[in-house]
C-alpha cells in the first residue's frame, strides 16, 4: 500500500483539495486498496477547522465530498509513516524537513512536479482563485496518479 500524504500550511484549502482529488482519482481508477491518502498543515494556526467553505464548494461542485475533515498539523512521525509527503509550495517544503529533521529518504516532492512544472500550488488563501487551484491540483494529482 502506497501511503500519501499532502500538506500545505494551515490544511484548510489545498493540501486537503489535494487529499480529496486523489482520493476521487483513485476511486474511478478502481484502485483504492492500494493507497492510503492524507492531508496535514505545517502550521498549528488552523488545527481542528473544517476545509474552508469555498474550497469545501469547489469539491462539491465536482461531486466529491470532504465531509468530516478538520486540520491536523504534521508530525515528524509521519515521515515514517507515509511513503510520499506531497507539500504545495516552496515554504511547505522548506517547513516539512524542518519539521522531519531532513528528507534522508527524499519522500518529500512538491505536487506539481509530477505534471513537469516545478511551480507553486496557486494559493486561493491570498488570491480567492479557487479555480486555479483546482486547476494546479487536479493536475498534479492526476500526473502523481500516473506516476504511480
Not at 505534471?115 to 493536475?139: C, K, S
Given at each position: 500500500?502506497?501511503?500519501?500524504?499532502?500538506?500545505?500550511?494551515?490544511?484548510?484549502?489545498?493540501?486537503?483539495?489535494?487529499?480529496?482529488?486523489m482520493?476521487?482519482?483513485?476511486?474511478?481508477?478502481?484502485?483504492?486498496?492500494?493507497?492510503?491518502?492524507?492531508?496535514?498543515?505545517?502550521?498549528?494556526?488552523?488545527?481542528?477547522?473544517?476545509?474552508?467553505?469555498?474550497?469545501?464548494?469547489?469539491?462539491?461542485?465536482?461531486?466529491?465530498?470532504?465531509?468530516?475533515?478538520?486540520?491536523?498539523?504534521?508530525?515528524?512521525?509521519?515521515?515514517?509513516?507515509?511513503?510520499?509527503?506531497?507539500?504545495?509550495?516552496?515554504?511547505n517544503?522548506?517547513?516539512?524537513?524542518?519539521?522531519?529533521?531532513?528528507?534522508?529518504?527524499?519522500?518529500?516532492?512538491?505536487?506539481?512536479?509530477?505534471?513537469?512544472?516545478?511551480?507553486?500550488?496557486?494559493?486561493?488563501w491570498?488570491?480567492?482563485?479557487?479555480?486555479?487551484?483546482?486547476?494546479?491540483?487536479?493536475?498534479?494529482?492526476?500526473?502523481?496518479?500516473?506516476?504511480?
Amino acid at each position: 500500500m502506497i501511503k500519501i500524504l499532502f500538506l500545505c500550511h494551515g490544511n484548510i484549502c489545498r493540501s486537503p483539495m489535494a487529499e480529496f482529488v486523489m482520493k476521487d482519482l483513485v476511486r474511478r481508477a478502481e484502485r483504492e486498496k492500494e493507497f492510503f491518502i492524507a492531508s496535514a498543515a505545517t502550521s498549528a494556526e488552523e488545527l481542528g477547522n473544517p476545509v474552508y467553505p469555498p474550497a469545501r464548494r469547489m469539491l462539491a461542485r465536482h461531486g466529491i465530498d470532504c465531509a468530516g475533515k478538520t486540520a491536523r498539523r504534521m508530525t515528524r512521525a509521519d515521515y515514517a509513516e507515509y511513503d510520499l509527503l506531497i507539500g504545495m509550495d516552496f515554504a511547505n517544503l522548506r517547513n516539512m524537513e524542518r519539521i522531519c529533521g531532513g528528507d534522508p529518504e527524499q519522500k518529500i516532492r512538491l505536487l506539481l512536479d509530477y505534471a513537469g512544472r516545478h511551480e507553486e500550488v496557486a494559493d486561493p488563501w491570498y488570491t480567492g482563485d479557487f479555480d486555479a487551484t483546482w486547476q494546479d491540483v487536479n493536475e498534479g494529482c492526476a500526473a502523481l496518479l500516473e506516476t504511480l
